[in-house]
């Protein structure tokens, strides 16, 4: 941690970091008690699924963001939980487990279509080059190195 950040944390190793294998763990271990503990919950990973019609897995990364971003709305599906209990490995807080958390509720029809190419106003963005399409719907872009 860096002396007098603003916004304190710790990444702790290379993906897959130990809070994913523990929650692996935790899971597995569980098994469908989960569902028994949860009234309406179908499946629980890492990231929480919010599944309907459509059957989905939050371990298929790639088609669970492509579902995510097919239907949320920006306006009023993403709610975060400030102050609240939160795993030991979370860093978000000021205190031993406690901090905060954003849940995306993306669920229903479909709402867009992704893009496929960089749109035209990100390939001239001023201070920021080689946007390219990481998968559907999620551009990357370089820029400059922060002078903190």
């Known amino acids: 941690m860096k002396k ?3 916004c304190p944390f710790k990444v702790v ?4 970091q130990e809070d994913t294998s523990f929650g692996a763990l935790i ?3 569980r098994g469908s008690t989960i569902r028994q503990e949860i009234p309406g919950a179908k ?3 890492a990231i929480e699924a919010a599944e ?5 897995s ?6 669970f ?3 995510i971003l097919e239907r949320i709305d920006l306006h009023r599906d993403i709610h975060f939980q400030t102050n609240t209990t939160i795993d030991t490995l979370g860093y978000s807080g000021t205190g031993l487990n406690t901090g905060s958390k954003v849940i995306f509720a993306a669920v229903g029809d479909k709402k867009r279509e992704l893009c496929t190419e960089v749109p035209e106003p990100l390939k001239s963005l001023s201070g920021f080059e080689k946007a390219h399409m990481i998968m559907p719907g999620i551009v990357a872009i370089q820029g400059s190195a922060l002078d903190v």
């Open 4 to 6: 007098s950040a603003c």
């Open 43 to 45: 499946e629980v990973h």
């Open 65 to 67: 963001l492509d579902y």
């Open 13 to 16: 190793g290379r993906p897959p």
């Open 52 to 56: 309907e019609k459509q059957p989905i």
């Open 58 to 63: 939050t371990l298929q990364i790639e088609e």
């Open 27 to 29: 899971h597995e271990l």
